[in-house]
């Protein structure tokens, strides 16, 4: 009843058929996060495509220039050198055909993996693990950067300074910008970094209005919408 209550309460602050400047609404939202721990600041774009065609998908990586506020478990799957400079730049784990083993045993519980980074080379031994790690979003990708012999650029990427953006059903985009103990002005910088990486990953098949609507919240406070004209120039 009482967070009941304490949405009811940012509720009010927010005039539902208002798009706001993004300084406001990173403001509003930032006030509005008052729970006991340090909630995350989701921003979710409803886009202008149809992710049943081919030519309208929408999936990159952003790097976020103040970082997401949490730190990422990475696996990676690399040999010889590459498997030191993985463990110098902090990969959690770091193998191949055993780390395949250990994900088909269980001995690694792939739900606590949050990205996994490979090799070119290494690529023959991931797919082994296709079946696992496709349907987690886990499966190592060279359009997204975790495909790569700079192993150590990608650790740093996935260990909390990037995330990945994919439309979905809809054409819904959502994911963390960052920590509502974030100042604004990075939490600013981080938001016109994800809607300029999404607007630059505009399909050639779509058509229209490309960012329809974009609404920034906290974990448990209520939407804020913002104008999309406004959020790259802000």
């Known amino acids: 009843m009482a967070q009941g209550k304490r949405f009811k309460a940012a509720a009010s602050t927010v005039d539902a058929n208002k798009t706001y400047a993004l ?3 990173v403001k509003i939202v930032k006030a509005n ?10 921003i979710v774009m409803n ?3 149809d992710t049943k065609q081919s030519d309208q998908q929408v999936r990159v990586m952003v790097t976020l220039p103040e970082g997401t506020g949490k730190a990422n478990t990475v696996l990676v799957f690399a040999k010889g050198p590459k498997v030191e400079e993985a463990k110098a730049a902090g990969a959690d784990f770091v193998g191949g ?3 395949v083993e250990q994900i088909n045993a269980g001995t690694i519980d792939i739900n606590k993996i949050d990205r996994c980074v490979a090799t070119p080379d290494m690529m023959g031994v991931v797919g ?14 060279p359009k997204l950067g975790t495909v790569t012999m700079n192993v150590a650029e990608a650790i740093k990427g996935a260990k909390g300074g990037s995330v990945e953006a994919r439309a ?10 960052g920590k509502a103990s974030f100042t604004e002005a990075a939490l600013t910088k981080n938001i016109q970094a994800f809607v300029d990486a999404i607007a630059r990953a505009k399909p ?7 960012i329809k609507k974009i609404t920034l919240s906290s974990t448990m406070g209520p939407g804020v919408k913002l104008d999309p004209a406004a959020v790259s120039a802000a």
């Open 23 to 25: 300084a406001e609404a």
């Open 33 to 42: 996060a008052k729970a006991k721990f340090d909630e995350t600041i989701e």
């Open 47 to 49: 886009l202008g495509v």
């Open 97 to 99: 055909d055993d780390l």
């Open 128 to 141: 082994k693990l296709g079946k696992v790690l496709g349907p987690k979003g886990l499966m190592p990708n």
């Open 168 to 177: 979905e059903k809809a054409g819904i985009v959502q994911a963390g910008v």
């Open 204 to 210: 050639t098949g779509a058509k229209g209005t490309y």
